[in-house]
């Protein structure tokens, strides 16, 4: 017999599995209801923000970790420019402005863990 932990869309489950007696098949023996699951990674506070935050959010198209951010608060940026650039199964992921604008902050460090759809910065 064995006990696991197991994640399943964010719900914590902890598992029994045993060997079934008679065909020896296993047997997983789970709670009804899934424990509370540990908060899952977002950006941290603002890196450097000056004056109040943008319109247009700039958010993670995928879960990942901050490996480089591109663009400083006040930088003119161009549609498509690259603002950061997530690390997500060793590839780098651009993550870029859907708009012509200015940046008004950048809401992640290097090396923080993000979730798809956390917000990295803003825009004007």
């Known amino acids: 017999m064995k006990n696991y932990t197991i994640t399943v869309n964010g719900n914590v489950y902890d598992v029994v599995v045993e060997e079934g007696a008679s065909t020896g098949a296993p047997v997983v023996k789970a709670p009804a209801a899934p424990k509370a699951a540990p908060k899952a990674p977002v950006a941290a506070a603002p890196a450097a923000a000056s004056g109040a935050a943008g319109g247009v959010k700039i958010e993670a198209g995928a879960a ?61």
């Open 64 to 124: 990942g970790k901050v490996f480089k951010i591109e663009a400083k608060v006040g930088q003119a940026v161009k549609r498509g420019d690259a603002v950061v650039i997530l690390e997500a199964m060793k590839m780098e992921i651009p993550v870029v402005a859907p708009q012509d604008g200015t940046i008004a902050s950048i809401n992640a460090n290097v090396g923080d863990p993000v979730e798809a759809g956390a917000l990295l910065a803003t825009m004007n």
